[in-house]
Nanobody, 114 residues
Framework: VQLQAFGGGLVQPGGALRLSCTAS????????MAWYRQAPGKQRELVAV???????HYADSVKGRFTISRDNAKNTVDLQMNSLKPEDTAVYYC?????????WGQGTLVTVSS
């Protein structure tokens, strides 16, 4: 399954971005989905999770700033990121949780800098 993440870019500290991810198969709706990120020189980490029923969980570092959502009719999962910090700079990916539903793809780069 192909997973395509997009919406990244350069944003100033305190700014906002909305990332989107589309899945190439409708079986997406049967999977717990998540956003991950990998900062330069660091391991990939889990950022946010959304269950098939819409329950959400967040890493402590983004809680209260990021919101994950999904649209099963469109096979999409979004990540609204507010109050961005320089430490949020990373390549962001979507996949299932645990990962394996689809390929990681290239992700989308988010750079938070003034």
């Amino acid at each position: 399954v192909q997973l395509q993440a997009f919406g990244g870019g350069l944003v100033q500290p305190g700014g906002a971005l909305r990332l989107s991810c589309t899945a190439s198969r409708s079986s997406f709706r049967f999977n717990v989905m998540a956003w991950y990120r990998q900062a330069p020189g660091k391991q990939r980490e889990l950022v946010a999770v959304i269950t098939t029923g819409g329950n959400t969980h967040y890493a402590d570092s983004v809680k209260g700033r990021f919101t994950i959502s999904r649209d099963n009719a469109k096979n999409t999962v979004d990540l609204q990121m507010n109050s961005l910090k320089p430490e949020d700079t990373a390549v962001y990916y979507c996949n299932s949780s645990p990962p394996g539903f689809g390929s990681w793809g290239q992700g989308t780069l988010v750079t938070v800098s003034s």
